[in-house]
Structure formats: structure tokens, C-alpha cells
């Protein structure tokens, strides 16, 4: 008896996700892009002069990362290459904030909420979405097989 193995779906709700999660990178490295010394001084909670952090550069491979996201969404069973791009670009983001951001203007609640939030929690989600569109990738790409 050939029992067929159900079809996984792709829910709407994660392309959702997809655009949700590329536009609040985006916008968030704007603000690192045009308010940079002023944002990056806010972080730091005014304490220390940190207008040497290179937040424009920062802020442009947030932009570039948070486009891969959002387009990402259009097709994310056939692209999801740009899913897993747009993981990585996140983690080099939250590698850099720890690395090159961190150590100047300290731990502090605005800080680790950049971090934690805007950087590491989206990769939950994002993972999960990867995972689903690589399965659904796979199974249609078996289906052809057959």
C-alpha cells in the first residue's frame, strides 16, 4: 500500500513575518544610517563620546540585510537561499553590535534591548520559516521526482 506523506504547508502568516521582520531591520539601520552618533549616544545613555563607532557602515549592511529579508517573502519556498542569507546577515549584525558597539558603550537596558531584541529574537522566527519553506522545498521537489 503506497500511504503518501501529507503535504507540508507554508503558511501565509509566515511570508507576514518575512516583510514584518525586513522592515523593522530596515528600519532600524536607518536610524543607525542617518542618526548614528546621535543614536548610538542615546544607547550608550549619553555617558561617553562615541561618535568614532562606525554606525553609518552599520546601518547600510542592516539596510542591505533587512531588503534580503523583505524580498525574500515574495517567494520563500523557491527563495529560500535569501531566507537563510538574511539569517546570517542578522547574526553577523548582532556580532558586530556585541563586538564593535558593546565594548564602547556598555551593557546597559537600551543596549541589550538592541541587541536581544532587534538583533537575536528575530532569529527565532526566522529560523522556524526556514526550516518550513526548506521542507516544503524538498517535498515538491520530490513530488517531480516521482
Do not use: C
Not at 516583510?19 to 539601520?29: N, V
Not at 537575536?120 to 517531480?144: C, G, H, M, S, Y
Request: hydrophobic fraction near 55%; glycine fraction near 8%.
Amino acid at each position: 500500500m503506497d500511504e503518501q506523506t501529507p503535504f507540508p504547508v507554508f503558511p501565509m502568516h509566515f511570508r507576514g513575518i518575512l516583510l514584518l521582520a525586513g522592515m523593522y531591520t530596515i528600519a532600524w539601520s536607518a536610524f543607525f544610517k542617518w542618526f548614528g552618533p546621535e543614536l548610538v549616544a542615546w544607547l550608550a545613555l549619553g555617558s561617553k563620546d562615541v561618535s568614532t563607532l562606525p554606525s553609518e557602515y552599520y546601518g547600510i549592511f542592516g539596510i542591505v540585510v533587512g531588503l534580503i529579508i523583505f524580498v525574500s517573502a515574495f517567494y520563500p519556498v523557491s527563495w529560500v537561499y535569501m531566507i537563510i542569507a538574511g539569517i546570517t546577515g542578522k547574526i553577523i549584525l548582532a556580532i558586530w553590535f556585541t563586538l564593535g558597539f558593546l565594548p564602547e558603550i556598555g551593557w546597559n537596558k537600551r543596549s541589550g534591548f538592541h541587541l536581544l531584541i532587534n538583533e537575536i529574537v528575530w532569529l527565532i522566527p526566522l529560523v522556524t520559516i526556514f526550516l518550513r519553506a526548506l521542507q516544503v522545498k524538498n517535498f515538491l521537489e520530490l513530488q517531480d521526482q516521482k
